[in-house]
Every structure is written in C-alpha cells, then in structure tokens.
C-alpha cells in the first residue's frame, strides 16, 4: 500500500531526527538549549517512537484502512450493506471514506477508504492475498444476520474460535478479506475486561 511505503519513509527520516535529539538533549551537550527549542525537539523524539525519560508514544488505534478497487459502486453498495455510510466522496469519485452511519464514527474512528485502480484484478472469486483486516463489533450475530439479509455470501457462521473471539468472515467485491469479531466475556485469555483486542 502507498500508505505503508509512506511510513516507512517518515520512519527512516523519524531515526535521523532521534539521533540529533540524542546529541542536542543530553546532559553532556556542550550547550543549553533554549526552553522553546528543548520541548520542540522532544516532540519530535516522541514522533519517532522512542521515549526521551518517562514520555510514551502509545498506538492508540487504526483510524482507517485504504482499500483498491476496480468498482467503486459497487464496493460502496457492499460496505453500504454492512452498516457504514459515505462521508467523502461517493460512487462516482475516485477516492471515498465510509464510517459508521452513527455517532460511533468518531469515537471509534473506524474508517473504510476505497481507492479506484482501473488495473486492480482481485476480486470475491480470486481473492487479493494481502492477509485480513478485523473488525470488532457491538453484536457479531446481529451483524452476520444483516449481511445475510443484505445478499452478502459470509464464508461461514458466527463461531467461537479457541483464542476468545466470536467471530465470521466476508470478502469484499475487490478481494479483501475483512473479520468481525467481539471478545467472548469470560475466557481465561481476556481475565476480567472482556471487550477490545482482536486477531
């Protein structure tokens, strides 16, 4: 994905960057930095994913995944299926982001991309490849039940899987493989929280 060579990128020059913060923070500098300068730079360290003391840069969650296809009407009406709505663009435009159609949208921020690739050959009968994304949702039953009514082919029923998920999977008209899954209350592996998580 463009978004993974991206970061990759960011990563490479976030190591520069931590190294200069190294030199120019450390006790042993041969010069004081300016309070302003100092607390710029330590943001910048934070940025690269190490910490300078006791700061963290914590993952807090992915806010969407980009996902190709060669029909964006027709992936929109997939996704339209299972719940989301379109907040940018639509079936007619090159690029397009569907959420949940509540006010969950935000507080989850759980976001589709679709991006249009005329040259994009995958599809539901010769999958992409690319692995899976998962999804967890309030109720998996209720969310099976609506794709089956909606004419969405599941690759199977809701199940409990021995890692402490109930879960199913589908495929999207462009080949991507997507699971929704909510931890099962009471497994030895979740102890006493019970909700988030995912495999």
Not at 25 to 52: D, E, N, V, Y
Not at 70 to 90: A, I, Q
Not at 156 to 182: I, N
Request: with cysteine.
């Amino acid at each position: 994905f463009r978004c993974a060579r991206a970061m990759w990128g960011i990563s490479l020059q976030a190591q520069s960057v931590m190294m200069l913060c190294a030199l120019l923070i450390s006790p042993s500098a041969a010069f004081q930095l300016s309070p302003h300068r100092a607390t710029a730079l330590k943001s910048l360290c934070r940025m690269s994913g190490k910490s300078t003391g006791k700061e963290e840069c914590p993952w807090e969650g992915i806010n969407a995944i980009t996902l190709r296809t060669n029909d964006m009407r027709r992936s929109c009406e997939f996704y339209t299926k299972l719940g989301l709505s379109v907040s940018l663009g639509g079936p007619d435009s090159p690029f397009t982001t569907m959420a949940p159609s509540d006010d969950s949208a935000e507080m989850h921020n759980v976001h589709i991309n679709l991006e249009r690739d005329e040259n994009w050959r995958c599809s539901r009968e010769e999958p992409a490849g690319w692995g899976r994304a998962v999804f967890h949702v309030a109720d998996v039953d209720a969310l099976h039940e609506r794709a089956e009514t909606a004419g969405i082919r599941t690759e199977f029923p809701p199940s409990d899987a021995p890692w402490g998920e109930r879960y199913f999977h589908v495929v999207d008209p462009a080949g991507h493989e997507l699971s929704f899954a909510k931890r099962i209350a009471g497994h030895p592996r979740w102890g006493e929280k019970g909700e988030g998580g995912g495999e």
